[in-house]
Nanobody, 114 residues
Framework: QVQLVESGGGLVQAGGSLRLSCAAS???????????IGWYRQAPGKERESVAY???????NYAAAVQGRFAISTDNAKNTVYLQMNSLKPEDTAVYYC?????WGQGTQVTVSS
């Protein structure tokens, strides 16, 4: 059973950066079949939306709102997926979730102050 634990969220001023981490257990990067790995976010009163993902080990895909500012990456040795977030904006404020195949993490809060 895959379990995901996010970390790295916090409060940052607009223009700042954060790196989110999602540590996976119950699966081995580089050995197990990973069809989908990605990050989503949900702001108060809004639906959960896709931020960045990698499908079937292909290229990274990004939402238009974060293109050029966010980057998704994986570290097989650490069984971890990252989301580097630069040039943060107040509208990036949300709970960020990682997803691997069908499993979800518990989320980590990101708050960007203006």
């Amino acid at each position: 059973q895959v379990q995901l634990v996010e970390s790295g969220g916090g409060l940052v001023q607009a223009g700042g950066s954060l790196r989110l981490s999602c540590a996976a257990s119950g699966i081995i990067f580089g050995r197990s079949v990973i069809g989908f790995i990605g990050w989503y976010r949900q702001a108060p009163g809004k639906e959960r939306e896709s931020v960045a993902y990698i499908f079937n080990g292909g290229r990274s895909n990004y939402a238009a709102a974060v293109q050029g500012r966010f980057a998704i990456s994986t570290d097989n040795a650490k069984n971890t997926v990252y989301l580097q977030m630069n040039s943060l904006k107040p509208e990036d404020t949300a709970v960020y979730y990682c997803k691997l195949n069908g499993a979800w993490g518990q989320g980590t809060q990101v708050t960007v102050s203006s």
